[in-house]
């Protein structure tokens, strides 16, 4: 209930009365049962915005900490998380990732809409990162499409110079929510826990995403990236460009004969 509270009396009505934000493709989307709803992630807005452009409920894996927290304002957060739709998991270790995966089957074989960001993070420079195998994994075990959504924000113009401006400009962008054809992967039947399978999955997924988006795409995991940023106090560019191969390396490492 509370839920649809926020969507059509609370939340829902503002954020699109002021910034307008405009849907593409949702004719995609089921009508019923399951699909995964698999997202480039940009901002904290994202869940807010494709939600709002779709009739059905959406729910999200959401990390614990949101749930956690004391006293009035833990409380608050707790109960705003649970009724917008937003399901905890951890995501501190590898079994942790593995009861999150269990966690949006179960919702999956629910019949329900699931809402994940495969790169795992928000983007820390705007380009679109390596995604995590967790959707593969849980398409092949539910059957359920995956349905490719890209988030676009687009600054707006306004008429204040300099820095003030360019700020405004941001947090009132134009946002656009595009969503793509429902992938099928019912051709890799009963192939779940191979981890090529797996892999090829969630390449393609992450293809269809960057060119809903138009995102340069960056062959790392995000939240790599973001470690190395806070270790070294580099920036995305600098911390890509130091985890990336350089090229001499890859070439290296490529065949120089059609024997390989």
């Known amino acids: 209930m509370f839920y649809w509270f926020l969507k059509f009396v609370a939340v829902g009505p503002i954020v699109t009365l002021v910034l307008r934000p405009t849907a593409e493709g949702t004719e995609h989307v089921p009508a019923k049962g399951a699909a995964i709803i698999a997202s480039n992630h940009l901002s904290a807005a994202d869940w807010v915005f494709m939600p709002l452009s779709l009739r059905r409920r959406v729910t999200f894996l959401a990390k614990a900490e949101y749930f956690t927290g004391h006293g009035l304002k833990g409380a608050a957060q707790r109960a ?13 270790d590898a079994s942790a990732a593995e009861d999150a995966i269990r966690t949006g089957m179960r919702i999956l074989h629910e019949g329900k809409l699931l809402g994940i960001y495969p790169e795992g993070t928000r983007s820390p420079d705007g380009r679109l990162f390596r995604g995590k195998t967790g959707v593969a994994r849980m398409t092949l075990e539910t059957g359920a499409p995956v349905v490719p959504v890209a988030m676009v924000y687009r600054p707006r113009r306004v008429p204040l110079p300099g820095r003030a401006g360019r700020v405004l400009g941001e947090v009132f962008a134009r946002v656009t929510v595009r969503f793509g054809q429902p992938l099928d992967f019912s051709r890799y039947a009963g ?42 106090g580099a920036s995305a560019a600098d911390a890509v460009g130091r985890l990336q191969p350089q090229p001499r390396e890859t070439a290296d490492r490529l065949p120089d004969s059609l024997a390989g």
Request: aromatic letters at 10%; zero cysteines; charged letters at 30%.
């Open 191 to 232: 192939l779940s826990g191979d981890r090529f399978v797996e892999r090829s999955i969630t390449d393609e997924i992450m293809y269809e995403i960057m060119e809903l988006s138009g995102q340069e795409y960056v062959d790392l995991y995000g939240a790599k990236v973001k470690k190395s940023m806070d270790t070294t």
């Open 80 to 92: 705003f998380f649970a009724g917008s739709g937003q399901v905890p998991i951890d995501r501190t």
